[in-house]
């Protein structure tokens, strides 16, 4: 899977608002918090940039999929399943 940033980039502090209860529990389990916050944006992250790429290219893979369904596949003749 392609890293969707520089791992290596220059880590910058920033203040978060988090439910005190939640904090005490991961403190308890010794829950790496800064590493838990990245690991779940780059998921999200992940997850719109995909969405963004779906929505940028649909007219493309509707163009091609009609182009499909007409003329078929190079190799349509030269399959056997």
């Known amino acids: 899977m392609t890293a969707i940033y520089n791992k290596d980039a220059k880590k910058k502090a920033t203040n ?3 439910n005190s ?3 005490e529990k991961a403190k308890k389990y010794k829950i790496n918090i800064s590493a838990n916050v990245e690991k779940t944006l780059e ?3 992940r997850q719109y940039e995909i969405q963004n790429w779906e929505k940028e ?4 893979i509707e163009s091609y999929n009609e182009r ?3 003329n078929g596949v190079f190799s349509d ?5």
Request: charged share 30%; hydrophobic share 50%; aromatic share 4%.
């Open 77 to 81: 003749a030269s399959r056997s399943f």
């Open 57 to 60: 290219n649909k007219e493309a």
């Open 21 to 23: 209860e939640l904090l």
């Open 68 to 70: 499909i369904a007409k």
């Open 43 to 45: 998921e999200l992250i």
């Open 16 to 18: 978060i608002s988090i």
